[in-house]
């Protein structure tokens, strides 16, 4: 049988509050499969837990009390943090302290104080069609780095992958006769989404001959489908960076340009092309429905557009 949270603790050393976190976090990793890039951000968080705890004196978690937590709301409040940074920084400590309730190590009233605050949902930006087209025309070059950029923007637009599952997709992950990729998603889920013809074929002709190009003559060690200028697995950040130029290219604001945004694209116009929202949401791979249905607020904006443009009665033909 394990050993409740605050035990394990103890078991490494000395009760404190940092090796409660570790054992925290070790567990969030191991037993739940979450993404490095996730756990590290949970260590950040609570890290900033830590530290305000120890400028009170508060060295173990048996020790925090509802004034301790009272004062590390009134710290966040005055560092000014955005709502979603601070939601974050929220949901963090509330599963630390959730856990450390359940092993009888905290009240669990303590849990009830550091409710997230609410945010207030925003639509996601999007590309018209002929935007996002505009931009896939401005990679399309004939060397290998074109071949890759136009292979990787059909792909984000044609399959609505977050960027991290695009930079990181295997070769295995592409199966080119059923047009299928498979994809592990956020917490390691994986999700099977069809490729678009036009997509399919762009990855095709990269694969071609892009890729055996920035490959070279090295050895194939990582196997990742998109490979930089010097044969290594992309990068998210070099990937936006060319993202931004090609989008100056388009003649496509810059700061409306990003790899999400291209997945926005993707939810957007296939929900006004008819698609099923349930149909979507497994596409992008989305937990909770509720959070595909942002992109019905878009549709229905872009309604009340073509009624007040189109409609004998709308705002925009009246004489």
Do not use: W
């Amino acid at each position: 049988m394990e050993a409740p949270l605050a035990s394990r603790a103890q078991v490494a050393g000395p009760t404190a509050l940092e090796s409660t976190c570790d054992v925290f976090l070790h567990r969030l990793a191991v037993e739940e499969g979450l993404s490095p890039r996730t756990v590290e951000a949970y260590s950040s968080d609570l890290g900033h837990l830590r530290a305000h705890l120890a400028s009170q004196g508060v060295e173990r978690i048996e020790d925090v009390g509802r004034a301790h937590l009272a004062s590390f709301l009134v710290h966040l409040d005055e560092r000014g943090l955005a709502a979603s940074s601070r939601a974050r920084m929220l949901v963090s400590v509330r599963r630390l302290l959730r856990e450390a309730a359940e092993d009888g190590a905290v009240a669990g009233d303590l849990v009830e104080m550091l409710s997230p605050p609410r945010r207030a949902r925003t639509l996601p930006r999007i590309l018209r069609s002929e935007e996002t087209l505009a931009l896939i025309e401005a990679a399309r070059t004939p060397d290998a780095l074109g071949l890759r950029d136009v292979a990787m923007l059909e792909t984000l637009y044609g399959a609505g992958l977050r960027v991290s599952e695009l930079v990181g997709l295997p070769l295995s992950a592409l199966d080119r006769r059923a047009l299928l990729i498979r994809i592990v998603g956020k917490g390691r889920k994986e999700r099977i989404v069809p490729l678009g013809e036009v997509a399919a074929e762009a990855v095709e002709t990269y694969l071609e001959r892009g890729r055996p190009a920035l490959l070279g003559s090295r050895p194939d060690r990582q196997h990742a489908l998109f490979l930089t200028r010097r044969g290594r697995a992309m990068t998210r950040q070099n990937f936006f960076d060319r993202l931004r130029g090609h989008a100056r290219r388009a003649g496509v604001a810059v700061d409306r340009v990003s790899p999400h945004v291209l997945r926005h694209a993707f939810a957007t116009d296939l929900l006004e092309g008819g698609a099923d929202l349930r149909a979507i949401q497994s596409m992008l791979g989305h937990a909770d429905l509720s959070t595909t249905e942002v992109y019905t607020h878009v549709s229905r904006s872009k309604l009340r557009e073509t009624v007040e443009t189109r409609h004998p009665r709308g705002a925009g033909v009246r004489k």
